[in-house]
């Protein structure tokens, strides 16, 4: 049961996932044929504004019976939403963003929500639960890849809108599978289920409660260089003086890197106290960023972009167990959710800084990512509890 639970929601989390990593580059090439060029940043931000809304939706999913019909629900909405945004996108602007918030408002259940559930199918085994959040990460990395190629492909022999919209029917397919996924085990022996926690108490525990809160905090400060990883690669380019093209291949070998991770984590699960998985995390970040400051050739760039998608992957892995081992009964997937947008929002902040800073070039950028990381690996040295938490 647990082996299928898990094929179940591999498939179901890669058509969501992948539905919602393919809508923003799909939405973007769609905007300037259906003559919105000037609006585009804002309809892309429709999208990914909202995720910061999603405690108030994961409140749902935590009080839900049903949590399957709750991610279902989502994923059918957000397709739908999507799918009724780019066929109005050449009538009205208007109408077409409201549907973009409406997908967007959904999106966060189909990442943080999701990832929420998987421990109710595998059950309380530890080992088992971290080859799961291997496999959780793998999915986001394969979406991410996946989603943004399938788009780009589909748009190039057809259309933009056409891509779009077979995003959107990968996020209905996706909303099928979900409920197939077997019946929520409980946390406890308990039958009964764990009362819900309110929002603003569950919102509080990001900061009150010792693990979360470091886990918060380490998440939020690395998103920003790590969401600027794509313009890191522009700016190293640039210094190296190499061709526009090989920026490519840095934000390639970052993405092969996190993909090569997180299907290793998936065989050789993680192991250790989840406080000390997130300080070993940032302790990779780190390193990657810190060996930035010694690159002086192409594929030398490439070797280090890996090593950072390897961090990426490590850390994110770690973050899902930390958010496992740390959330109380009742409030996991407001946990889940919340983390979730903050690293979407800190990580957008990390792109808008770089591309302002994008002229001092790619070894001040690959210093300011070190500091940051050093910065929050020494908060958590100092921070850390004088005895495990769980």
């Given at each position: ?40 940043g804002l309809l892309a931000a429709c999208i990914t504004l909202p ?35 780019i066929l109005l996108l050449p009538i009205t602007l208007i109408a ?127 998103a920003i260089p790590l969401g600027a990883v794509p313009l890191l ?158």
């Amino acid at each position: 049961m647990r082996t299928r639970g898990l094929v179940v929601y591999f498939i179901g989390a890669c058509l969501l996932r992948g539905a919602d990593a393919a809508a923003i580059i799909g939405v973007v090439l769609a905007a300037r044929p259906a003559g919105a060029g000037d609006a585009t940043g804002l309809l892309a931000a429709c999208i990914t504004l909202p995720h910061l809304a999603g405690p108030v939706a994961a409140q749902l999913l935590d009080r839900a019976r049903s949590k399957k019909l709750v991610l279902s629900a989502a994923g059918l909405v957000y397709g739908i939403a999507l799918a009724g945004a780019i066929l109005l996108l050449p009538i009205t602007l208007i109408a077409a963003a409201v549907g973009l918030l409406i997908a967007g408002l959904a999106g966060p259940l189909l990442t943080g929500g999701l990832s929420s559930q998987l421990a109710t199918i595998v059950g309380t085994d530890e080992r088992a639960r971290r080859r799961a959040q291997g496999m959780d990460a793998f999915t986001y990395g394969v979406s991410a890849t996946a989603g943004p190629a399938v788009i780009a492909v589909v748009a190039s022999t057809s259309s933009p809108a056409v891509a779009v919209l077979t995003a959107a029917g990968a996020a209905v397919a996706g909303a099928i599978v979900v409920l197939l996924l077997p019946a929520a085990r409980q946390r406890s022996g308990s039958d009964d289920a764990p009362a819900t926690v309110g929002l603003r108490s569950a919102l509080g525990m990001l900061m009150r409660m010792p693990g979360l809160r470091r886990t918060t905090i380490a998440t939020a400060v690395t998103a920003i260089p790590l969401g600027a990883v794509p313009l890191l690669a522009v700016g190293t380019v640039d210094a190296l003086d190499a061709t526009a093209a090989s920026s490519a291949l840095l934000t390639s070998a970052y993405g092969a890197g996190n993909l090569t991770v997180s299907l290793l984590l998936i065989v050789v699960p993680l192991r250790g106290q989840a406080d000390r998985l997130i300080r070993w995390g940032v302790v990779v970040v780190a390193i990657g960023f810190v060996l930035g400051l010694a690159i002086f050739s192409v594929p030398i760039s490439a070797a280090v972009f890996a090593l950072l998608g390897v961090a990426t992957g490590v850390l994110f892995t770690a973050s899902l167990a930390a958010r496992a081992a740390f959330s109380p009964p009742g409030a996991e997937a407001q946990i889940f959710v919340s983390m979730a947008g903050i690293k979407v929002a800190f990580s957008s902040i990390g792109t808008a800084v770089a591309g302002a800073l994008l002229g001092l070039g790619g070894h001040a950028l690959f210093a300011i990512a070190a500091f940051l990381t050093l910065a929050i690996l020494v908060y958590l040295f100092v921070d850390r509890a004088p005895q495990a938490s769980r």
